[in-house]
């Protein structure tokens, strides 16, 4: 079982003595789909900064593909890569086409590389046609997606995403969860989303941490949504069917349904299942 991600006991202040994140342990293995679920202010945006080598922790220790991330930083800046919650913080160049090239050209790939990769990036994102245009002129959701090509040229192992949603219209969304979907199975990518959307986790991820400052709890996706009490505590709400099925059970006076849907499509199998044995 090798480890993509080691974070053990890290605390990180920020300059001004806020306690952003209080002895926080992890562990992502290789080719695993991990969320990171917090309300507000939890630290997930922190936590993925420290991940990715761009903040330093106060205490404890980050190993990333088995090496402490301190004293190798520029190898591991190559291997991770980041996608920000906010897009503008991810573009600066004056074309599209000079951002997602960017990252090719300083690894020094050659020019038919950069190409061919920079290409397939916008390709993959539904921005092929778009090189020309300002970074500052897309829409929001034009822009995550520009964000999110200028991280998978580079092609990483281990891929970071913080809120990949924002600003998504459903189109956008599905097209990312087969993007998530394709790296994880083709090119066995390590993946780690933070995020509120709730809906949209169960379609990429298999297991999550609910990060309130500390660790509050950790599971594969169903047993973290079957807890809707401790949910409710960390400021979180379920998958909207989820919530549904929790009705129906409690409506039905059992457990009728378990292991509880947190997809339209196990929601379906479930209520043909129901109409099937009514009773
Ligand atoms: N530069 C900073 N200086 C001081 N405090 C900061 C700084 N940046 C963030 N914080 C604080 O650290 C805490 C964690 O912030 P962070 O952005 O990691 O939360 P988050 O879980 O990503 O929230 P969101 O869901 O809103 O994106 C917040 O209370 C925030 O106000
Ligand atoms: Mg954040």
Not at 43 to 51: A, F, P, V, Y
Request: hydrophobic share 40%; with cysteine.
């Amino acid at each position: 079982m090798d480890l993509a991600i080691e974070v053990k006991d890290l605390s990180y202040s920020y300059p001004d003595g806020f306690l952003a994140l209080d002895r926080v342990s992890l562990k992502v293995i290789l080719n695993e789909r991990v969320a990171i679920l917090g309300p507000n202010g939890a630290g997930k945006s922190t936590l993925l900064m420290l991940i990715s080598g761009l903040l330093k922790p106060s205490k404890g220790s980050i190993h990333i593909l088995g090496r402490p991330i301190d004293e190798n930083i520029h190898k591991i800046r190559s291997e991770i890569g980041i996608v920000f919650q906010d897009p503008d913080d991810q573009l600066f160049c004056p074309t599209l086409w000079e951002d997602v090239t960017f990252g090719p050209l300083n690894m020094g790939l050659s020019e038919d590389e950069v190409v061919k990769r920079g290409k397939e990036a916008l390709r993959m994102v539904g921005l092929d046609g778009y090189e020309e245009r300002a970074p500052h002129h897309l829409s929001a959701g034009e822009k995550k997606k520009a964000a999110i090509a200028t991280v998978l040229v580079m092609k990483p192992k281990i891929l970071i995403l913080d809120e990949p949603t924002a600003n998504l219209d459903p189109k956008g969304k599905k097209e990312l969860v087969k993007i998530i979907d394709n790296l994880h199975k083709n090119q066995k990518i390590t993946l780690i989303i933070a995020t509120h959307d709730m809906d949209f986790i169960p379609l990429i991820a298999d297991r999550a941490y609910i990060l309130n400052k500390r660790i509050i709890a950790e599971g594969n996706l169903e047993d973290i949504f079957s807890d809707s009490d401790m949910m409710m505590k960390a400021g979180l709400d379920l998958p909207t069917v989820t919530r549904l099925f929790e009705f129906i059970n409690e409506f039905m006076g059992s457990d009728k349904v378990k292991p509880i849907p947190l997809t339209i499509e196990q929601a379906l199998q479930e209520i043909k299942r129901l109409l099937k044995n009514p009773q």
